[in-house]
């Protein structure tokens, strides 16, 4: 079921799209049914199930912060996630590059705006100010936006990161 629910949305995506399945409140077995149909991201909104999860499935995928991440989580994030997607602070992204200097890892880190359904545009004309800024060490190259109800408005807005959960792995319990 959930293969074939990943395929659908797969074969469905353009190519440039990068699909995170939104993994919060499911089993390893799901995840792992759903990289069995080509899932390649992992996201995941806390830090402790990312790592049960983890446990199990480990480098075979690229694993995605989503949630709020707190600044005492992120000894433990850092050593897992291949992308954080939501630095909302400054603090947040000071204590990510201290921790990742102890690691010798570099994060690729994705600043988060709060923004809703119709702002999708709005979102984008953000991210391309700042990309046509050329800031030092700042490179504008993923946009995330959209989950299972929105993610084809996303995707005509511009996103090229979507996270889909329900549509993948059915409703949550
Ligand atoms: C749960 C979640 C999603 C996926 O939501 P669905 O509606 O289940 O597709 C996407 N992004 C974040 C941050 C989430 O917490």
């Known amino acids: 079921m959930v293969e074939e629910l990943v395929r659908e949305i ?7 799209i990068t699909l995170v399945a939104a993994a919060k409140t499911r089993t390893p ?3 792992l049914a759903a990289i069995r149909a080509g899932v390649k991201v992992i996201g995941h909104n806390y830090v402790q ?3 049960q999860m983890f446990a199990v499935i ?6 995605h912060m989503i949630g709020h991440l707190q600044r005492n989580k992120v000894k433990k994030a850092v ?4 992308m954080i997607e939501t630095v909302d602070s400054l603090q947040l992204a000071e204590v990510i590059d201290r921790v990742c200097e102890q690691h010798g890892k570099v994060m690729p880190v994705l600043i ?5 359904r119709p702002y999708f545009r709005v979102t984008k004309e953000i991210f391309e100010k700042i990309r046509e800024e050329n ?3 700042v490179e504008m190259k993923f946009l995330s936006m959209g989950m299972s109800n929105s993610y084809r408005v996303a995707i005509e807005e511009g996103a090229n990161i979507v996270r889909i959960g329900t549509k993948l792995f059915g409703p949550r319990e």
């Open 49 to 51: 199930e990312a790592e």
């Open 29 to 31: 077995d799901e995840a």
């Open 135 to 137: 800031l030092p060490d």
């Open 79 to 82: 050593p897992i996630f291949d």
């Open 10 to 16: 797969l074969q469905s995506l353009p190519p440039h």
């Open 58 to 63: 480990g480098r075979q995928v690229q694993w």
């Open 112 to 116: 988060e705006i709060n923004s809703g």
